[in-house]
């Protein structure tokens, strides 16, 4: 398979190409696994922070937060997305897990890519486009130790400021860290401009060509991803889940998560516990 593809959520899928600027921010539930081949470098926003996987550089990454492509220089890069059940029942490590959760993507430098990684990648696409179970059950094998060997060599360290050279990125960049750290908050456009040291207007006019939708659904975005967490990781009342999550009533919650997510908040806690 080597082309982009829209992928439904929770699906074992994989395939190879080259990258497609995002027209949005998504969210899917999946553990997604990406392998910049050739080229330069793609740039993520992701979940507040910009993340850049440079050539050579394998990262993975709880695709429930929103995230999405807005520059890229690579000329061919892998993808692979593992439904979200797999991951959990793969029993990591409890910090890796909880890292992945809270919105932290493991991404390796080039200096700890594995030379069987080109082949890895290509067969593991290759098995997906086929229909044997025993390759799927192998490629699930060697995908989870490929995510294990990541977790050992991904840095824990804070990701950088973005310094890129477009000023409109870099305030755009200003104002979705800005949402990602405030949006438990009671927030207004006026609350994120500042953030960038816009006026409104032109916030609102760089958030829309760069990230291609408005503030305020980025922020539920946002909102819906913690409020999946929480249903996932605690046992909190939907109502204190709702709270926790910067929704301002319960109902606004129901309303989003069932929009997003096809399922009541309830419904979606059973699935994945």
């Not at 921010?25 to 922070?49: C, K, R, S």
């Not at 890895?120 to 060697?142: C, K, M, S, V």
């Amino acid at each position: 398979m080597d082309t982009q593809i829209a992928v439904q959520p929770s699906e074992l899928v994989g395939w190879a190409g080259r990258p497609v600027l995002m027209d949005t921010a998504h969210q899917h539930d999946d553990l997604e696994i990406n392998f910049v081949a050739e080229g330069g470098t793609m740039l993520y926003l992701f979940g507040g922070e910009p993340v850049e996987i440079g050539p050579g550089s394998v990262a993975a990454f709880w695709a429930a937060v929103p995230h999405q492509l807005v520059a890229n220089a690579a000329t061919r890069a892998h993808w692979v997305h593992v439904p979200f059940a797999t991951f959990l029942g793969w029993g990591l490590p409890t910090a890796l897990v909880g890292r992945l959760l809270s919105g932290k993507p493991l991404i390796a430098p080039p200096s700890a890519a594995m030379a069987s990684d080109p082949a890895n990648f290509t067969q593991w696409a290759a098995d997906l486009d086929g229909a044997q179970p025993e390759r799927r059950r192998i490629l699930l094998l060697e995908v989870e130790a490929r995510v294990r060997r990541l977790a050992l060599d991904a840095p824990g360290e804070p990701v950088p400021p973005y310094t890129g050279g477009d000023p409109a990125l870099r305030h755009v960049v200003a104002m979705v860290r800005h949402l990602a750290e405030h949006f438990r908050e009671p927030l207004t456009v006026a609350d994120v401009a500042a953030a960038a040291n816009l006026h409104p207007n032109y916030a609102m006019a760089h958030f829309r060509k760069i990230v291609r939708t408005t503030i305020w659904d980025y922020l539920t975005g946002c909102r819906l991803a913690e409020g999946r967490r929480l249903l996932i990781t605690t046992d909190l009342p939907i109502a204190d889940v709702a709270a926790e999550s910067g929704f301002s009533s319960v109902s606004r919650f129901y309303a989003a998560f069932r929009a997003e997510c096809g399922m009541p908040p309830a419904a979606y806690r059973r699935l994945h516990q």
